[in-house]
């Protein structure tokens, strides 16, 4: 049996709330498990040189943990550079981000997804991205609101899950401790229609079968279904159309 008495192929609890900082275009606090993670979207009138003239949107991600967010062995800040891992992170989360939304439909503008881990224990990159997902929306609300585009741009829900095998047993949604002893650590991003965005496999002490890895899969596109289903929840509370 799984920490709290968790089933095999069961999620941690999630909640997501909406409007947690004020003062920027989109936010939420995401609670996931004992994870927590606050995404805010901010927007600026302008995109990278490569789409210069283009009439082309951009979306782009930042990750960090913050100190004190993964126990009392503080995390330093990141300030000039970001290290590795952050780094991987934040291409997952901009690239899948990138897939939900119609990009030409946000006019020569950047919005920029802050995902900052202020309590980590374990999937932080995977609570990032969904709640990255709900700020983005919420941003496009605002785009709309404040009349910088006639209408609300196409979008795709999404979401994103930790997917573990261990000793041939395949795990829903890790915590920390289960992704420490991990034989293999799955993320999965995917739409509402079960079609796949992202697929990244890790094994960390023996080699994945193929028949593992696909009903892997095949579950984290079913967790992220039941993922959607909360986000829908959140945003249809919070006046988007879908």
Known sequence: MRAHNRLEQQLRPITFIPGYIHNVPGSVL?????????????????????????????ITAEYAMLP?????????????????????????????????????????????????????????????????????????????YEQLIPDFPAFQFMAAVSIGVKDQEILADLDYDEDSQADSDINIVSLA????????????????????FQQAVALGIEKNLEIIALQKKVLAAAGIPF
């Open 30 to 58: 995401c609670e996931h498990g004992n994870t927590r993670v606050v995404a805010t979207a901010t927007i600026e009138e302008k995109t990278p040189h490569f789409l210069k003239k283009s009439g082309q949107g951009w």
């Open 68 to 144: 004190g967010s993964s126990g009392n062995q503080r995390v330093a800040r990141e300030r000039a550079k970001t290290n590795n891992r952050s780094s991987e992170i934040q291409r997952f989360i901009s690239r899948s981000l990138r897939m939900a939304v119609n990009l030409k439909q946000l006019g020569a503008r950047t919005i920029t997804l802050d995902t900052d881990v202020i309590q980590a224990d374990g999937s932080t990159r995977c609570a990032s991205l969904n709640a990255g997902f709900i700020a983005l929306i919420l941003s496009l609300k605002y785009l709309v």
């Open 193 to 212: 229609d079960e079609s796949l965005i992202e697929v990244q496999s890790f094994c960390e002490r023996r080699p994945l079968a193929m028949d593992i």
